[in-house]
Structures are given as C-alpha cells and as structure tokens.
Nanobody
Framework: QVQLVESGGGLVQPGGSLRLSCAAS????????MSWYRQTPGKERELVAD????????NYADSVKGRFTISRDNAKNTMYLQMNSLKPEDTAVYYC?????????WGQGTQVTVSS
C-alpha cells in the first residue's frame, strides 16, 4: 500500500528556514517521479519542485529557484524540501506527491506559515 507522510511544517519568521520531509512506504522513491506542491485557500495547487527517477535534474518554480532544494535519501526512502530565505508568500499547505504507473498519490499536507 502506497503511503506518503509529510512532516516538518510550522511557523517561521521571514528569512528563516524549514526542511519538510516526506516518508514513503509501499514503493521505492528513487524509481519514480516525485514532487512537492503547495496550496493556499481559494487557489489551485501549485507545483513547487519535482524530480524524476534517480539521476535526473530537479525542476523548480520560478518563485522558489535559488531558495528551495528538493532531494531524496534512498536509504531512508524519504524525500525532502529544504526551504531557505522564506517569505510570507511561501505560506501554504505543502503536499508531497508521487506518480506510480500513471496514478497519483498525495500526502496529507503540512502547514508552513511565514510571519513575524
């Protein structure tokens, strides 16, 4: 059974950092397309960063380039999103996503709030 569990969200001041984790079970993270999305009330879910199978180059939304880094730890079967230089406009619920054999799987989401 495929399961994605996010953690690491919270309240941080502008300019601060957070690292989100997405612990996966039921599949091997290095073999499949995975990504991070975020969503704010009244808006569509937005792609933040993604990466295909192991060895591919990550992609980032223009709004987070140079500040966020997506990565995987194959030994822990976990994906991460390191977020630096956070801005109030980064406030959102962040979702972990995986695509396996044409089907999409989502985590439950973790709230990130950037505020002074």
């Amino acid at each position: 059974q495929v399961q994605l569990v996010e953690s690491g969200g919270g309240l941080v001041q502008p300019g601060g950092s957070l690292r989100l984790s997405c612990a996966a079970s039921g599949f091997t993270v290095s073999l499949y397309y995975m990504s991070w999305y975020r969503q704010t009330p009244g808006k569509e879910r937005e792609l933040v960063a993604d990466m295909s199978s192991a060895g591919s180059r990550p992609n980032y939304a223009d709004s987070v380039k140079g500040r966020f880094t997506i990565s995987r730890d194959n030994a822990k079967n976990t994906m991460y999103l390191q977020m630096n230089s956070l801005k109030p406009e980064d406030t959102a619920v962040y979702y972990c996503h995986a695509r396996l054999r044409g089907r999409d799987y989502w985590g439950q989401g973790t709230q990130v709030t950037v505020s002074s």
